[in-house]
C-alpha cells in the first residue's frame, strides 16, 4: 500500500486574502448605503465607477506583468481599493475623476510596486490624494444632505450630470452643493466666528455634521464587526481614535467656542471609515502590536493637526500616507521580545 505525506503545516489557515476582504466589503454595506441615503446616487456611481476601473487596470496590469490575472483578481484587494476610492470622492464629482483616481491607485501605487502585498503606501489614499491636490475644484462637490430641505438630483439626473456634465435647467451646481461641515466649521472660525454661532447652521447634526453622523456611526458598527471575527486588530482604531480624541479634547477644553468638540471630531468627515477601513490596511500599516498603536495614534493627531491648522478640511489621508512612511521605522523599533532571548542591555 503506498502512503503520502505531506509537509508541514499541516493546519489550513482560517482565512485567505479573499476572505478578509470580503468581510470588509461587507462591512461596508451600511456605511455606503447610509451614503447613499444622504448624499444621493453620487454616492453609487462613484463607487461602481471607481470598483470598474480598479479591477480592470488590475487586470490589465497583471496581464502586461505575465502575471495569472485569475487568482490574483479573484482576491478581491482591487475590488476594494476601489469601493474605497469611491466612499471617500464628493458624490457630485465628474466621472472623470473617479477613473483617474482609480488608475492611479492600481497602477501607479500598487502594480508599479509589486502588486498585492509590496505597496509601500495605501493605494486608495494615494488615488484620493492624486485628485485632491490635481482637481481641488471639483473635489468640493459635495451635495446637501437629505433633510437640509435643499434640492436633489434623481437617479437620471444624477447619471446624467456625471456622465456628461448636464444639470436641470432649473439648477446651478451652486445650488447643488456647499461645503462640509468640516470645512465650513474652519472657514467660520478662522474668519472670527464662535462655534455657538456656526452652530446655528442647519449643516450641523446633533453631535457632528448633519449627514456625516450617521454615516460614521455605520461605518464604525461595521468596524466593530471586523473586530469582533477578528478581521483587523484593535490596536489600529483604538490608537487612531485616541489620538483624535485626546488632541481636540485638549484644545476643547482650553476654549469651548473656538475648538470643535472630540465628539464632532470624530462623528465628521471620514474618521471612522479611515480608522477601521483605510488605515488598518496589512501592507502598508505596522505590523508589531505597539507599532499598531503609535502608528494609529500618529494618524489621530496628524488628522487633527490638517483639520485645525492645514489647508484641506479633511487630514485622514494625509495622516495615512505620513504614517505609512514611518511604518518600517515603528516596526524595526517597536519588535517583541524574541522568546528565549536577552536583550542586549541585560
Keep these: 500500500m503506498e502512503f503520502h505525506s505531506y509537509s508541514s503545516p499541516h493546519l489550513s489557515p482560517a482565512s485567505d486574502v479573499s476572505v478578509v476582504m470580503r468581510r470588509v466589503l461587507y462591512a461596508l454595506g451600511p456605511g455606503l448605503v447610509c451614503a447613499w441615503w444622504f448624499f444621493g446616487w453620487g454616492t453609487l456611481f462613484n463607487v461602481l465607477l471607481t470598483s470598474l476601473t480598479a479591477v480592470a487596470a488590475e487586470g490589465i496590469m497583471l496581464r502586461l506583468r505575465h502575471r495569472p490575472v485569475g487568482p490574483q483578481l479573484s482576491d478581491n484587494s482591487a475590488l476594494l481599493t476601489g469601493v474605497l476610492l469611491g466612499l471617500a470622492l464628493p458624490p457630485l464629482a465628474p466621472w472623470w475623476v473617479a477613473v483617474i483616481g482609480s488608475l492611479f491607485a492600481i497602477v501607479v501605487a500598487k ?19 492624486v485628485v485632491l491636490i490635481s482637481f481641488p475644484r471639483e473635489m468640493t462637490y459635495w451635495p446637501h444632505a437629505a433633510g437640509t430641505g435643499m434640492r436633489a438630483l434623481s437617479l437620471i439626473e444624477s447619471l446624467d450630470w456625471s456622465l456628461l456634465g448636464n444639470l436641470p435647467q432649473d439648477v446651478s451646481l451652486d445650488a447643488l452643493t456647499r461645503a462640509t461641515p468640516m470645512d465650513t466649521a474652519k472657514t467660520e472660525l478662522g474668519l472670527g466666528n464662535t462655534l455657538s454661532e456656526i452652530r446655528t447652521d ?4 446633533g453631535f457632528g455634521g448633519h449627514g456625516f453622523e450617521w454615516i460614521n456611526l455605520w461605518f464604525l458598527i461595521g468596524g466593530l464587526w471586523l473586530l469582533y471575527t477578528r478581521t483587523i486588530r484593535w490596536q489600529i482604531p483604538v490608537g487612531m481614535l485616541a489620538g483624535l480624541f485626546g488632541m481636540s479634547l485638549i484644545f476643547f477644553v482650553s476654549d469651548p467656542d473656538t475648538h470643535l468638540s472630540p465628539l464632532f471630531q ?13 488605515a488598518t490596511d496589512p501592507v502598508s500599516a505596522s505590523t508589531t502590536p505597539r507599532g499598531r498603536i503609535i502608528y494609529g495614534a500618529g494618524i489621530g493627531i496628524i488628522t487633527f493637526l490638517i483639520r485645525t491648522w492645514g489647508g484641506y478640511p479633511e487630514g485622514i489621508a494625509f495622516g495615512v500616507l505620513l504614517m505609512n512612511m514611518a511604518a518600517p521605522t515603528i516596526d524595526y523599533y517597536t519588535q517583541p521580545r524574541v522568546f528565549g532571548h536577552q536583550r542586549d542591555e541585560e
Design 202 to 205: 442647519p449643516l450641523f447634526g
Design 266 to 278: 470624530l462623528f465628521s468627515g471620514a474618521t471612522m471609515l479611515g480608522a477601521f477601513f483605510i
Design 111 to 129: 502594480q508599479l510596486y509589486g502588486g498585492l502585498g509590496h505597496n509601500p503606501f495605501n493605494p486608495a489614499m494615494i488615488g484620493y490624494v
